[in-house]
């Protein structure tokens, strides 16, 4: 059974930087992609950033982009979120998420696309 284990969060001000880590056991993580939602409060859960297996190709969100870096280390079993110049509207809960069948870009960044999630870690980011 795929187990995750989110950490790294925390409370920062606006323009610091946090990284995320994401615990992978059970499997073989490197059959796995791997991504990263969020969901802020009194919104839905939305996708954030997500990278393959072989960590060759990542993709992101929008709002993220230039700011944000997925990477993995399938060695360590883990898949990490450099977050930079953070912002108050990164508030939210971050989950890591993981699948075995992820084919597209756009399958990856589709939540009900994945099988397997952590509990989530907090970040708040004050202004």
């Known amino acids: 059974q795929v187990q995750l284990l989110e950490s790294g969060g925390g409370l920062v001000q606006a323009g610091d930087s946090l990284t995320l880590s994401c615990g992978f056991s059970?499997?073989?993580?490197?059959?796995?992609?791997m991504a990263w939602f969020r969901q802020a409060p009194g919104k839905e859960r939305e996708f954030v950033a997500a990278i393959t297996q072989s960590g060759a190709s990542t993709n992101y969100v929008d709002s993220v982009e230039g700011r944000f870096t997925i990477s993995r280390d399938n060695v360590k079993n883990a898949v990490t979120l450099q977050m930079n110049n953070l912002r108050p509207e990164d508030t939210a809960v971050y989950y890591c998420?993981?699948?075995?069948?992820?084919?597209?870009?756009?399958?990856?960044?589709?939540?009900?696309?994945?099988?397997?999630w952590g509990q989530g870690t907090q970040v708040t980011v004050s202004s």
């Open positions: 998420a993981a699948d075995l069948s992820i084919l597209t870009t756009s399958e990856s960044m589709t939540e009900n696309k994945y099988s397997y």
């Open positions: 059970g499997r073989v993580v490197r059959r796995y992609a």
